[in-house]
C-alpha cells in the first residue's frame, strides 16, 4: 500500500524568507502524481502544486516549487518570499496514475503546520 | 459560487444518534469523493462515485456509514448510532472523470459527538 509521510509536524519562516517543506512517500508503482495542498485555517484545501512522476522537470508555479527525487522518493515543496497568507497547514499527497481504471483517490500525509513570522 | 458546497458547515450530535451529511459537487464534475480529517491527521478516504455508482469503499467505511449520490448530482453521508470516534471533519472533493483531473474540495462539515 502507498503510503505519505511528512516528518516536519510544524514549521516557521520569516516574511519574504524561504521555507522548504519535507515529503517521503512508498509505492511499487512507476507512473503517479503527487501533489502539494494548502488548508488554511477553517477555509477548503486548495491545490497548490502537482507533478508527474514521468516528467523530469520539476513543477513551478509562481514562488512554489518542488524538488522531486523520484529514485529517493521524495517531494519536497520550496515557497520563496513568504507572505502572511502562505500561513496554513500544507499536505503532500499521492494518487496512482491509473490508466483507464477507476481509481482517483487520494493518499495524504499527515500535514505541516506552516507559521509566518512578520 | 460554483465550488463544493458542504452543510452543515458544523453538526453537534449525542452519541448514538444519526447524522447526514450533504455535498453538492461542481455541477459537471462526475467524480465526488469523500474523506474523513481527525485531529492532527492529514485527510483519510472514505469512498468515492462516478456519477450514481459507488465505486469504491475504503474499510474505514464501517457498516454503520453509508453514501449515496442519486442521479449523480449531490450526494449524503449517513452515520448511525454515532460513536465518539466519529467526531472528524468530514470532507468532500469533486472533479471530472481523467488522470489529469484536479480534485476540488469543500470546506467541509464539522462533526462533534457528545
Known amino acids: 500500500a502507498q503510503t505519505v509521510t511528512q516528518s516536519q509536524p510544524e514549521m516557521s519562516v520569516q516574511e519574504a524568507e524561504t521555507v522548504t517543506l519535507s515529503c517521503t512517500y512508498d509505492t511499487s508503482e512507476s507512473d503517479y502524481y503527487l501533489f502539494w495542498y494548502k488548508q488554511p485555517p477553517s477555509r477548503q484545501m486548495i491545490l497548490v502544486i502537482r507533478q508527474e512522476a514521468y516528467k523530469q522537470q520539476n513543477a513551478t508555479e509562481n514562488r512554489f516549487s518542488v524538488n522531486f527525487q523520484k529514485a529517493a522518493k521524495s517531494f519536497s515543496l520550496k515557497i520563496s518570499d513568504s507572505q502572511l497568507g502562505d500561513a496554513a497547514m500544507y499536505f503532500c499527497?499521492?494518487?496512482?496514475?491509473?490508466?483507464?481504471?477507476?481509481?482517483?483517490?487520494?493518499?495524504f500525509g499527515k500535514g505541516t503546520k506552516l507559521s509566518v513570522k512578520p | 459560487d460554483t465550488g463544493v458546497s458542504q452543510n452543515p458547515r458544523h453538526k453537534i450530535t449525542k452519541r448514538g444518534q444519526n447524522v447526514t451529511f450533504r455535498c453538492d459537487p461542481i455541477?459537471?464534475?462526475?467524480?465526488l469523493y469523500w474523506y474523513r480529517q481527525t485531529l492532527g491527521q492529514g485527510p483519510e478516504f472514505l469512498t468515492y462515485?462516478?456519477?450514481?455508482?459507488?465505486?469504491?469503499k475504503s474499510r474505514l467505511l464501517s457498516d454503520r456509514f453509508s453514501a449515496e449520490r442519486p442521479k449523480g448530482s449531490f450526494s449524503t453521508l449517513e452515520i448511525q448510532r454515532t460513536e465518539q470516534g466519529d467526531s472528524a471533519m468530514y470532507l468532500c472533493a469533486s472533479s471530472l472523470v481523467g488522470t489529469h483531473s484536479e480534485a476540488f474540495f469543500g470546506q467541509g462539515t464539522r462533526l462533534t459527538v457528545v
Open positions: 455541477s459537471e464534475h462526475n467524480r
Open positions: 499527497a499521492y494518487r496512482d496514475m491509473n490508466y483507464g481504471g477507476s481509481q482517483g483517490n487520494l493518499i
Open positions: 462515485f462516478q456519477n450514481e455508482a459507488q465505486l469504491e
